[in-house]
Structures are given as structure tokens and as C-alpha cells.
């Protein structure tokens, strides 16, 4: 499959700049797959206006691809079947996160697109050691089978630094969708734009937002490199699985400052400042973001749309005091949250 083989309409949408939430594995109290819950959160974002979907990815848990747990398949299954079968036509990105040695992402990649997914969201982890010239053709091949979107993972939670010159390269593999920039790191950011562009590449490659320290800030910033102006469309965040409906609604205020290209109000920067600091709450920076996933759970938890916090490995839990800090967010910034949206549709997603 290639990039010009997605729907023009929905490659249109990608281009434009979309919500697309990373999407939580979710569990119940014996730790296994709850189908019922899993197909909930599918069409909660789906009716909060998310353009994409992301699933088998850090927030899903890496170990469902464990041989003991063995949830990769099965979680990709239902989730694309549960686009499919809830967006009534409306065209949704499916992307599936694609890991692990070339052998494994082969694997991995060849079952998506099995399952209708569109592209994959490449993680190089699992090639820490690797040279630029094994970096890219490992994804050079995951490329031949589904479109590619880039990842650049912080090296704080199994990511590692990627250079200019390997981003350059990457932006030449012609079967590359997008990239989500997700370093934490202004220079490292700047890398990867500057190699898209550089590569002549910035009208093919879109690129995504994954720097949930700056969400806002990156998507207001017309970036100019030389005699080129690009700009990062969207966002492909963890974070953006939670509060969906208020992610979504905040992105379109975005684009329409973006487009009148008029300045930037001063509250839109004092919105971005709430949004990192909700988020560093909810990722628990804090603790070196050990209740990161437990973090998100705990927000769903709360809206009723989780049955639990569980995640497969007993050890990942909410870190001490970081529930009274969802708390306080929840408290200093009551316009950030979609608690009303979610009420008034949880049953009808929860319906079996």
C-alpha cells in the first residue's frame, strides 16, 4: 500500500492537521482485555471529531505483544473493525504502532495492513545501537508494506537521540506519510523540520506533534527554514486520549488563528501553559513519568469510561500523590475537560 492509495478525502483531512489519539489498552480488575470498555473508547473518539486513531502504541502497553499476554493481534482486530463499524462512513486514519527488530515490524506491519490500517507508526527502540545506514532500511523496508510515519521518541521513555542526518535520510524513503516529533526537545525538534525541508519534502510529508510539553506552541508556530514555511498540521499524543472533545475543539481555534495569520492572542499562550501543566500531571513528569499510562487511565476512570487502572505489568501504578494532582488540574482548569460530553454518551458507547 502505498500514500497515494489512502483516500484522497482523508489524506486531504491528515494534511489539513487532526486530532489523533494514541489509544489506551483497556483492562479489567484480572488484567485481561475488556472488549467492552476497548470498543468504548473507539467511539468515544470517533464522535469527538479525532481524524485518527492510533492503537498498538506506548499508551496501548508494548507488552501486549508479549507470547504470555498475546493482545497485539486481538487489540488491533477490534479496534479497526470498531472504526469501521462506528464512523458510518467517515473516514478515520487507522495507524498501527509497528516495534521491534526488522523481523518482528515485517510481522507486525503485514497484519495491519491485513486489518485496514493505513499506515504505521514506527518505533526504532528496539534498534538502540544500530547505524543511520541500519536505521534506514529497516524502515526503507516497513515502507514497502504501508505508508510510514516517523517517530522520534524521547530517549526518556525508550526512545534515543536520531540526528539531523539520519531524519534527512529518512524524508527521502518515498512511502513516508508523516512524522510525529516527539523528542521534548526544541533543537531535536528543529532537526527533524529542517531535514524535511531540506529534503524538498515538506508538501508530501506532514508533520505531527508528540511533544505534549509544547502542544500548543508547536502547532501555533509558522516554522521558516530558509525561503520555506511549514507548519506542524496536528497532534498524534498520548495526551490527546483523554479529554478528546476539548482537544478536538482546541485544535480548530488553532488552525483559524493559524489561517487568519493575524498575531497570536496572549490567551491562547496561557491556554498552552494549562495544557502542559495538565499534562505533566497526567504523564507524571514528576516521577520520570512512571504513571504515565496509569495517569491517562485514571482520567478515563473517572469519566466511567475505564473500569480500572490496571495495566498488564502490576508494577506500573499511580504514583504517590499523583491522584490528588489530577485533582487539582481538574479544579484549576474546569474548561480543559469533556466530563459533560462524556455523560451525556457514555451508556450509548458502553452498549454492548
Given at each position: 500500500m502505498r500514500v497515494q492509495d489512502i483516500s484522497p478525502s482523508l489524506l486531504e483531512n491528515i494534511r489539513r492537521g487532526v486530532v489523533i489519539p494514541a489509544m489506551p489498552l483497556a483492562l479489567d480488575a484480572d488484567r485481561r482485555l475488556s472488549p467492552k470498555h476497548q470498543k468504548a473508547l473507539v467511539r468515544y473518539y470517533v464522535d469527538a471529531g479525532a481524524g485518527g486513531i492510533?492503537?498498538?502504541?506506548?499508551?496501548?502497553?508494548?507488552?501486549?505483544?508479549?507470547?504470555?499476554?498475546?493482545?497485539?493481534?486481538?487489540?488491533?482486530?477490534?479496534?479497526?473493525?470498531?472504526?469501521?463499524?462506528?464512523?458510518?462512513?467517515?473516514?478515520?486514519?487507522?495507524?498501527?504502532?509497528?516495534c521491534g527488530p526488522t523481523e518482528q515490524a515485517?510481522?507486525?506491519?503485514?497484519?495491519?495492513?491485513?486489518?485496514?490500517?493505513?499506515?504505521?507508526?514506527?518505533?526504532?527502540?528496539?534498534?538502540?545501537?544500530?547505524?543511520?545506514?541500519?536505521?534506514?532500511?529497516?524502515c526503507q523496508a516497513v515502507a514497502e508494506v504501508l505508508p510510514l510515519i516517523g517517530f522520534y521518541l524521547q530517549p526518556a521513555?525508550?526512545?534515543?537521540?536520531?540526528?539531523?542526518?539520519?531524519?534527512?535520510?529518512?524524508?527521502?524513503?518515498?512511502?513516508?506519510?508523516?512524522?510525529?516529533?516527539?523528542?521534548?526537545?526544541?533543537?531535536?525538534?528543529?532537526?527533524?523540520?529542517?531535514?524535511?525541508?531540506?529534503?524538498?519534502?515538506?508538501?508530501?510529508?506532514?508533520?505531527?506533534?508528540?511533544?505534549?510539553?509544547?502542544?500548543?506552541?508547536?502547532?501555533?508556530?509558522?516554522?521558516?527554514?530558509?525561503?520555506?514555511?511549514?507548519?506542524?498540521?496536528?497532534?498524534?499524543l498520548g495526551h490527546w486520549c483523554v479529554w478528546t472533545k476539548?482537544?478536538?475543539?482546541?485544535?480548530?481555534?488553532?488552525?483559524a488563528v493559524n489561517h487568519a495569520d493575524q498575531?497570536?492572542?496572549?490567551?491562547?499562550?496561557?491556554?498552552?501553559a494549562e495544557v502542559t501543566d495538565c499534562n505533566a500531571v497526567f504523564f507524571d513528569v514528576t516521577n520520570g513519568f512512571a504513571g504515565c499510562i496509569?495517569?491517562?487511565?485514571?482520567?478515563?476512570?473517572r469519566q466511567g469510561l475505564l473500569p480500572g487502572t490496571w495495566c498488564l505489568n502490576p508494577k506500573e501504578a499511580l504514583s504517590p500523590g499523583q491522584s490528588e494532582e489530577i485533582d487539582r488540574v481538574y479544579q484549576a482548569y474546569p474548561h480543559l475537560n469533556d466530563d459533560a460530553f462524556v455523560r451525556e454518551n457514555r451508556e450509548r458507547w458502553l452498549d454492548e
Open positions: 492510533a492503537v498498538g502504541v506506548h499508551s496501548t502497553q508494548f507488552e501486549i505483544r508479549d507470547p504470555d499476554v498475546g493482545l497485539f493481534e486481538p487489540v488491533l482486530r477490534l479496534a479497526s473493525a470498531e472504526i469501521d463499524a462506528w464512523s458510518k462512513g467517515r473516514k478515520i486514519l487507522k495507524i498501527a504502532g509497528v515485517l510481522r507486525e506491519v503485514a497484519f495491519a495492513r491485513k486489518q485496514g490500517y493505513h499506515a504505521g507508526l514506527l518505533s526504532l527502540a528496539a534498534l538502540s545501537h544500530g547505524t543511520i545506514p541500519q536505521l534506514i532500511d529497516h521513555v525508550g526512545g534515543r537521540v536520531l540526528s539531523f542526518d539520519f531524519w534527512r535520510r529518512f524524508a527521502e524513503i518515498e512511502n513516508v506519510l508523516a512524522i510525529k516529533i516527539a523528542p521534548f526537545n526544541r533543537y531535536q525538534t528543529l532537526d527533524v523540520i529542517r531535514a524535511v525541508c531540506d529534503a524538498g519534502r515538506e508538501k508530501d510529508i506532514v508533520l505531527y506533534t508528540g511533544n505534549d510539553d509544547n502542544i500548543v506552541a508547536d502547532l501555533l508556530t509558522p516554522w521558516r527554514i530558509g525561503d520555506k514555511r511549514v507548519r506542524i498540521a496536528g497532534g498524534l476539548k482537544a478536538v475543539e482546541l485544535l480548530a481555534d488553532i488552525h498575531p497570536i492572542p496572549p490567551w491562547m499562550l496561557t491556554l498552552g496509569p495517569g491517562i487511565h485514571e482520567v478515563l476512570r
